[in-house]
């Protein structure tokens, strides 16, 4: 109901089609102009339309950091650079609305997202916020600035808890019964325990299925990277469906490729290059670090591994007496780094280094690097979840000349491919 109270004129005229006098909401004059629902719908659109615009230009200004015609934008190196008009669906039917964009072409709408013809409800608003790295107070602020909507920070909780039974039924989901290359790596937060925060690791594992894209198999939690947690990892992958993985990458813990062939004994096995390179550089000194990676890059780069492992003697007769331990963890890692040279050139680029995890794991940490730690590990584990959603959206199209990957797959495990 309407009282006086809320009826009463604001000192802004508003415009006179939305006139109010009490205990109305709109005037005769105004009411006469609907003739039928087709009349009410395209009022009703045009009503989604304006909103929306004024929300899409509220998002512009807090992207670019001034209002529009603010003297503050003098200078910053981006601006408003027009509107194009996008066509939206709402309860009402279609619906054109003017989306603004910025000169560096960096504007990303939250509230009606890109290649999206319908708004965000107010559920997913607050779930995208969340997956951003902003936590319940963030969110509650820039639903107050950005959308006047007031929402308590207990009500945002609700509606971000939901994400946990999300997650749970996403990490325990049926997997296909074959990838041609899985990926696996951890990535270290601070979580909470018994009182005190520590070091806890979030085991990742990316998989390459038979049309060429990439997908996040799952994530598990632990207190430190080892072979006996990633067993319990590949056994859950196993017992979701998982039947055979062609090719493994993964880094250089002692034990892990034992694990892997124990679970998938038939799946090769690639230790990561660069992971090697790094270890072996630990130790080298500043005056001697060019030159030495320029030998190993010999080893890593060869034709073959024949050439291989003939610049890797070269390596050793140079570098042995002054760099022991480098020499020495080629030589006892040798057959797991130089898996790569039984493939093609075009196999070889994708399975040599785990450089594909590691980048998803760098841009997680962008989503999450607001939170400095967590409280729990369901924390954490809807943190990366989220991340993992937005970083997912992005991976649509297959990896590059999968083709004539695809094909190479197919000669050499002929016996083997679950087409």
Not at 40 to 64: G, I, P, T
Request: net charge neutral; charged share 30%.
């Amino acid at each position: 109901m309407y009282t006086k109270e809320m009826t009463k004129k604001k000192d802004k005229k508003e415009p006179e089609e939305f006139y109010e006098v009490p205990g109305e909401l709109f005037s005769k004059e105004f009411l006469k102009r609907f003739h039928g629902q087709e009349d009410v719908d395209r009022f009703m659109n045009d009503l989604h339309s304006k909103l929306y615009e004024q929300l899409l230009n509220a998002e512009m200004d807090e992207h670019l950091g001034y209002e529009k015609n603010s003297t503050e934008g003098d200078n910053s190196g981006n601006s408003r650079n027009g509107s194009y008009n996008k066509t939206i669906q709402t309860l009402h039917g279609e619906a054109g609305i003017n989306v603004p964009r910025d000169r560096n072409g960096e504007f990303e709408p939250v509230i009606i997202p890109k290649h999206a013809n319908k708004g965000m409800s107010l559920e997913k608003l607050v779930i995208s916020l969340y997956a951003k790295g902003l936590s319940t107070s963030d969110i509650e602020d820039e639903l107050r600035d950005i959308y006047q909507i007031n929402l308590s920070s207990s009500a945002i909780s609700i509606i971000t808890n939901k994400v946990t039974q999300a997650a749970l039924e996403w990490q325990n989901r049926p997997l296909e019964r074959q990838y041609f290359v899985v990926w696996m790596d951890g990535i270290v937060f601070k979580v909470r325990d018994g009182g005190k925060v520590i070091n806890k690791t979030v085991y990742l594992c990316v998989g390459l299925d038979k049309t060429g894209h990439k997908e996040v198999l799952g994530m598990w939690v632990g207190k430190a990277e080892s072979s006996s947690f990633w067993m319990s990892v590949l056994s859950d992958l196993k017992a979701r469906g998982v039947e055979d993985i062609l090719i493994t990458c993964t880094d250089n813990l002692n034990g892990f490729t034992d694990t892997i062939r124990t679970v998938f004994p038939h799946a090769a096995t690639q230790i990561c290059v660069v992971h090697q390179i790094r270890n072996s550089c630990k130790y080298v000194a500043w005056k001697d670090l060019k030159e030495f990676t320029a030998d190993m890059k010999n080893i890593y780069g060869a034709i073959n591994k024949e050439a291989a492992l003939a610049a890797l003697d070269d390596f050793e007769k140079k570098w042995k007496s002054k760099y022991m331990y480098a020499v020495r963890s080629w030589r006892n890692n040798w057959e797991d780094l130089t898996t790569f040279f039984e493939f093609p050139i075009d196999i070889r680029r994708i399975i040599y280094t785990t450089n594909l995890i590691e980048n998803l794991n760098g841009k997680i940490r962008k989503y999450t690097k607001t939170k400095l730690s967590y409280p729990n590990d369901d924390a954490v584990k809807k943190s990366v979840y989220l991340a993992i959603g937005e970083i997912e959206k992005k991976w649509t199209v297959p990896i590059r000349n999968w083709g004539i990957v695809l094909n190479q797959f197919i000669a050499i495990f002929e016996d083997r491919i679950l087409l």
